[in-house]
């Protein structure tokens, strides 16, 4: 059974600051995909990872995937407020004709002033 | 981009009653649909996968005949909760995927908040 786990679950830090939430993940993959989430919203697409050494950028964050070390992570630039929320990774796996998505515990971010 | 949208937003119904979820991909067809369960301060959990015309595959644990999934046109699922209880209080998710797409994205629903009383 595919396990995805997040680290850390909570993350409060100051505006300005760098930090890094880590995705692993339990077996083979090569599709990564990073979410956003506001309270009571639904997700928002951040990044799609599609092959080993992917990195993408937009604005003060970025992502990268390291498909042998099973690992993705989302970095955070000198964070601002707007960035409070919560962030889910989740992983694709093909099964049979089609694929499935298992989803990370979620990061909870809270960016204080 | 492609939009996927659901209906009702939220709903609050009575215990032992059946409520329906529509979800639809206004711009583009959906290939296949996913339906997610995401508890407060939880993660999403895959409910079931529903292909147009075939029957949904359920995730294991997933009560088939309680969470009723119907796809019956490339831009239309529905997901029926039959007498539902307050332990099926929870924020329903639909996402979308349509062939072609080389990233595989599922496009996600604004989601369905239900409160069984």
Redesign the interface.
Known sequence: ELKVEQNPLFLSMQEGKNYTIYCNYSTTSD?L?W?RQDP????E?LF?L?SNGAVKQEGRLMASLDTKARLSTLHITAAVHDLSATY?CAV?IVIGS?????????TQLTVNP | GAVVSQHPSWVICKSGTSVKIECRSLDFQATTMFWYRQFPKQSLMLMATSNEGSKATYEQGVEKDKFLINHASLTLSTLTVTSAHPEDSSFYICSATTSGDVEDTQYFGPGTRLTVL
Not at chain 1, 40 to 43: A, E, T
Not at chain 1, 98 to 106: D, N
């Open positions: 599709r995909y979410y009571g919203k639904s997700l697409s799609v599609l889910f694709d089609g694929s499935r998505l298992t989803f990370g515990e979620g």
